[in-house]
T-cell receptor
Framework: DTEVTQTPKHLVMGMTNKKSLKCEQH?????MYWYKQKAKKPPELMFV???????INESVPSRFSPECPNSSLLNLHLHALQPEDSALYLC?????????????FGPGTRLTVT | AQKVTQAQTEISVVEKEDVTLDCVYE???????LFWYKQPPSGELVFLIR??????QNEISGRYSWNFQKSTSSFNFTITASQVVDSAVYFC?????????FGSGTKLNVKP
């Protein structure tokens, strides 16, 4: 089973709202990732968690707050977002952070900030 | 400098034509990994293939084939007898340790 699930599929939020994106994998992977993808662009790495610890933060604004409650779950808490934050947010997982293995991606959450 | 270059922004072909998507990468590492992903309009990135830097054998999987040439730092992807369902954006990616570098993607349109 190579499935990564993400909820919700679509999210519309105002600039003063607080919301969370959720990601789950049951492949026993120890590395999980958040990417942001704007239209017609490749995914941009935001955060990497390795063994439930934050390993990489690609200078992401603090209005995005990641959380890894356990090895299967990854959350992205959103607060006071800007309209330019509207994008497809993709979660991915891989066997390990420094391993050669591929990342498996979820279907993404399409976020619209109004 | 861009680590992965996909010079073809968009390609349109008619069904049953063969099509090759180009990928050129740049790295100083001796150990690295190359990938191809497919992103249909639904948005999910689908893993297609991984190739490590020590394995230059070409690979064929059904209608898909990949040509890895270290001498030219290229990892090209060919779809034989294309089908409408192949329409998608295809990304080439390079992995160095814990980071993935994606190319800008090639949008493939296969017309009936």
């Amino acid at each position: 089973d190579t499935e990564v699930t993400q909820t919700p599929k679509h999210l519309v939020m105002g600039m003063t709202n607080k919301k969370s994106l959720k990601c789950e994998q049951h492949m026993g992977h120890r590395a999980m990732y958040w990417y942001k993808q704007k239209a017609k662009k490749p995914p941009e790495l935001m955060f990497v968690y390795s063994y439930e610890k934050l390993s990489i933060n690609e200078s992401v604004p603090s209005r995005f707050s990641p959380e890894c409650p356990n090895s299967s779950l990854l959350n992205l808490h959103l607060h006071a977002l800007q309209p330019e934050d509207s994008a497809l947010y993709l979660c991915a997982s891989s066997q390990g952070e420094g391993t050669p293995y591929e990342q498996y991606f979820g279907p993404g959450t399409r976020l619209t900030v109004t | 400098a861009q680590k992965v270059t996909q010079a073809q922004t968009e390609i349109s072909v008619v069904e049953k034509e063969d099509v090759t998507l180009d990928c050129v990468y740049e790295t100083r590492d001796t150990t690295y990994y190359l990938f191809w992903y497919k992103q249909p309009p639904s948005g999910e990135l689908v893993f297609l293939i991984r190739r490590n830097s020590f394995d230059e054998q070409n690979e064929i999987s059904g209608r898909y084939s990949w040509n890895f040439q270290k001498s030219t730092s290229s990892f090209n992807f060919t779809i034989t007898a294309s089908q409408v369902v192949d329409s998608a954006v295809y990304f080439c990616a390079l992995r160095e340790f814990n980071k993935f570098y994606f190319g800008s993607g090639t949008k493939l349109n296969v017309k009936p």
